[in-house]
């Protein structure tokens, strides 16, 4: 069975000292919690002062993105050896907002996955449509294309990642995709893993939903067998809100 995984991603969010105030009050609210994973995705300029606040903690730390390759001329950028010597055991690829602001190909994020499972990092890819793409009934062509270029020359184990559906429509604007939605998407890639792999690494992989998801609407998501977790962004930022979340999953 696969084991519950809730992602925070804080995106362009809080500064160190607001980073450490969030572990001081979340760190107690979900210490002893079994049966789910957790995961926060401070910024890059965070990750280290979090990892001494997770010290001993059962909360995993990662990374939003990292480059393709450990080091060089490359202004700007961190490699996957950097984010393991501040303690990461994830890294986000492929986020929306990435492809969709910042111009991210699916060739370039192939070249970040290989790159991660090389450092024994643990990719959680994101995929998903637009909505002007679901509203012209491409949505599952899509991700299809997404998942294959993605993925493409890439041996995999089960657990070696974490897939995350992400509608482009859904994302920070308060809208949800429905749970039916999120179902048929999820059970989709699923399938499609299968077909690329096979069947027992599919059905090992964890695919989360993100979009917009918060304390009201998690226990509906993870009532979805093929939903094995969430990719939560607002809603992590608040201890209080991401501690709710957490507990649901142990119901999940």
């Keep these: 069975m696969r084991k519950t995984l809730l ?4 995106k362009m969010n809080k500064t160190c000292q607001e980073a450490a105030a969030f572990a001081e009050k979340f760190l107690p609210e979900v210490a002893g919690l079994d049966g789910v994973d957790l995961v926060i995705c ?8 979090m990892n001494g606040s997770l010290s001993g903690s059962q909360v995993a730390l990662g990374a939003q993105n990292m480059f393709w390759t450990d080091r060089g001329a490359y202004t700007g950028e961190i490699g996957p050896s950097m ?3 501040v303690g990461c055991r994830y890294v986000i690829l492929g986020h929306s907002e990435r492809r969709q602001i910042l111009g991210e190909t699916d060739v ?3 070249r ?5 499972l090389e450092a024994e990092l643990i990719p959680i ?18 991700v299809k294309e997404q998942l294959t270029r993605d993925l493409k020359d890439i041996s995999l184990q ?6 995350a559906y992400e509608p482009v429509w859904a994302i920070g604007t308060g809208v949800n995709a429905s749970r039916e939605d999120a179902r048929e998407m999820i059970t989709f890639i699923r399938n499609h893993l299968e077909k690329m792999y096979d069947r027992e690494l599919a059905q ?16 509906d998501f993870l009532a979805e067998d093929d939903i094995d977790g969430a990719l939560v962004g607002g809603a992590s930022l608040q201890a209080a809100s991401f501690a709710k979340i957490a507990k649901a999953g142990i119901n999940g």
């Design 7 to 10: 992602v925070a991603n804080w």
């Design 42 to 49: 401070p910024p890059f300029t965070c990750i280290l002062s």
């Design 83 to 85: 984010l393991i010597d």
């Design 108 to 110: 370039n994020i192939n």
């Design 112 to 116: 970040k996955v290989k790159a991660a």
């Design 125 to 142: 890819l994101c995929v998903g449509e637009t909505l002007q793409e679901r509203d012209n009934q491409l949505a599952l062509e899509v």
């Design 158 to 163: 089960g657990d070696a990642i974490v897939m």
């Design 204 to 219: 090992k992989v964890r695919i989360l939903y993100g979009g917009s998801v918060n304390e009201d609407n998690i226990a």
